[in-house]
């Protein structure tokens, strides 16, 4: 069997066009695998944005505990503890039983 021009170009066409068949379907199986990731990408980043404003809104929800929590703590050091009260409590009946005594004298 001889080799010639035309057989050769018969051969290569053949082996070109099986060559084109297989490289369409690389680039198809390529094509979806990365349509899956670009679907996975897109999640994760809706998630991410979902978690950032969440995150957002509780820094927000913090700095309002904060203030309010700084707010009760001056306003607990403007107020007399229990036995503050007690001891002064103690002495007002100590001053109005003398001012009535010293009313009947």
Do not use: P, W
């Amino acid at each position: 069997m001889e080799i010639n021009d035309k057989k050769i170009e018969k051969i290569l066409k053949e082996q070109r066009k099986e060559y084109q068949h297989y490289l369409g379907a690389c680039i198809e199986d390529f094509d979806s695998k990365v349509g899956v990731i670009a679907e996975q990408f897109l999640d994760i980043k809706k998630i991410l944005n979902s978690h950032t404003k969440t995150i957002g809104s509780i820094n927000v929800d913090i700095e309002i505990i904060k203030t309010n929590i700084e707010f009760i703590k001056n306003g607990f050091k403007k107020k007399v503890n229990l036995e503050e009260f007690e001891f002064l409590e103690k002495r007002v009946i100590r001053l109005e039983k003398l001012l009535q005594f010293q009313k009947i004298i």
